[in-house]
C-alpha cells in the first residue's frame, strides 16, 4: 500500500509537533501556579541613551572676571558697562593674550622679523611668564600676530597699496604659534583695498579655530593718499563689517568665538564708535597702539581707549620705540600696565 508509505514521515513529525506543543503548555500553567517555576525566554533590555549636557559658558565666572578688569573705574565710563555674554569657549577674559608682532620679511615691523625664531619664541615664553607671576589669576595665551596684509608706499599689482603676504609664510606663523601652545592673529592693512576685499582672501586660516583677527585704521587710506603719508582710518561700519564676517565663519564651521583686535592711538583712527555692534560670536578688543615714553602712553590710553568704551582694551609695548629718546628708559612692566583703568586683556609686543 504505497500510500502508507508515502504519509509515514509526514505522521511522524506532526507527533513531535504535537508533544513539544503539550510541553509547552504545560510549563505555562505550571508557572502561572508557581511563580519559581519560570520559562527562561530571550532577555531584551531597552537600553536608555542619556544625551549629555552641551557645555555651557561659565556666566558667573565671565561676569567677575570682566568687573574685575574694570573695577578701578570710579568714574563709570567702564565700571557700568554690563558684560555681553560670548558663546562657550571664548578666551578673554578667562585668559590674558600676550602676543609677539610683526612680519618676517621686516625687521622694521616687530620683532617677529628681528630674531631667530628659537630665540624669539623663547622671549615671548618670558614675556607670558612676567604676566603670569603679575596676575596670578589670569591665565596667560601667547600668541603670533602676524601682518598678512602690508600696506604698500608704492601701489604695486592693482594699484592698492597693499601687498598680501604667500600662504606660506602665514602657515610659518601658524607652525610658530602651535610651538608655544598659542593662538595665530592675522593682521590686515588694507592700504587703497577694503576689508570687503581682503578677508575672504584670509578665508583658509580665519576657518581654523585658532586663528584670530586684527585691522589696523592707521593704514587704511580712505582719503586715496599714500599709506604712511596720513593716518588712515575706520568707522563702526567697517569694525561691524569684519565682526559680521568673523561671526559667519564662527556659525558656518562651528568654531569657538573670534577675537578682533582693532588697533588705535588717536581718536578719528576709529569714527562712531558708539556704533560697533557686539555679537556672541566675536570678542572686541580696541587696542592702545601708540608709541613713546609712560607718561604720553598712559596719556594716550586714557584719552583715546578709556574714554570710548567698546568691549576689551589692549595695550601695545615697543621695544625699541618706547624707550628710544632715552638711553636710561625700559618699556613698561606688566605691573605698570596692569595700573591701567581697564586692565587690558591683550598685550602685544612690537
Given amino acids: ?56 559658558l561659565d556666566s558667573s565666572d ?21 558684560p555681553y555674554y560670548p558663546n562657550m569657549g571664548a578666551i ?32 615671548l615664553r618670558s614675556e607670558a611668564k612676567k604676566w603670569e607671576l603679575a596676575d596670578s589669576e589670569t591665565p596667560v595665551l601667547p600668541a603670533i600676530h602676524y601682518i598678512a596684509v602690508t600696506a604698500q608706499q ?14 606660506s609664510q602665514i602657515e610659518k606663523a601658524l607652525a610658530m604659534a602651535k610651538k608655544v601652545d598659542g593662538i595665530l592673529i592675522l593682521d590686515i592693512q588694507v592700504g587703497h583695498s577694503t576689508l570687503q576685499e581682503e578677508l575672504p582672501q584670509l578665508d583658509t586660516f580665519l576657518s581654523m579655530p585658532n586663528v584670530h583677527l586684527g585691522i589696523d585704521p592707521e593704514f587704511s587710506m580712505k582719503s586715496g593718499v599714500r599709506p604712511g603719508k596720513r593716518i588712515g ?19 558656518l564651521y ?32 580696541m587696542q592702545m597702539d601708540g608709541w613713546g615714553g609712560k607718561a604720553k602712553k598712559k596719556g594716550t590710553y586714557k584719552q583715546v581707549i578709556y574714554s570710548e568704551p567698546v568691549q ?5 609695548v615697543f621695544y625699541k620705540n618706547d624707550t628710544k629718546h632715552s638711553k636710561s628708559a625700559v618699556e613698561m612692566q606688566p605691573e605698570e600696565i596692569l595700573q591701567l583703568t581697564p586692565k587690558p586683556i591683550y598685550i602685544q609686543y612690537q
Fill in 154 to 167: 608704492s601701489p604695486g599689482k592693482g594699484e592698492k597699496y597693499r601687498q598680501r603676504m604667500p600662504f
Fill in 233 to 251: 582710518t575706520f568707522d563702526a561700519e567697517d569694525v561691524n563689517y569684519a565682526t559680521k564676517y568673523l561671526a559667519g565663519l564662527v556659525k
Fill in 62 to 82: 565671565y561676569k567677575k572676571r570682566f568687573l574685575a578688569l574694570n573695577a578701578a573705574d570710579s568714574i563709570g565710563k567702564w565700571s557700568k558697562l554690563e
Fill in 92 to 123: 578673554l577674559p578667562f585668559k590674558r593674550v600676550v602676543a609677539y608682532y610683526g612680519n618676517f620679511f621686516s625687521k622694521r615691523m616687530g620683532i617677529l622679523g628681528e630674531l631667530p625664531e628659537d630665540e624669539m619664541l623663547d622671549s
Fill in 312 to 316: 576689551f582694551t589692549g595695550f601695545k
Fill in 1 to 56: 500500500m504505497p500510500h502508507k508509505k508515502f504519509f509515514q514521515p509526514q505522521l511522524h513529525f506532526a507527533y513531535l509537533f504535537s508533544a513539544f506543543l503539550i510541553i509547552i503548555n504545560l510549563a505555562c500553567s505550571e508557572s502561572v501556579r508557581n511563580p519559581a517555576f519560570t520559562v527562561i525566554s530571550p532577555k531584551t533590555e531597552s537600553v536608555q541613551v542619556v544625551e549629555k549636557p552641551e557645555p555651557s
Fill in 254 to 285: 562651528n568654531l569657538p568665538p573670534k577675537i578682533l583686535i582693532v588697533h588705535r592711538f588717536t581718536k578719528p583712527m576709529v569714527t562712531n564708535y558708539e556704533d560697533i555692534n557686539l555679537v556672541p560670536e566675536v570678542q572686541i578688543v
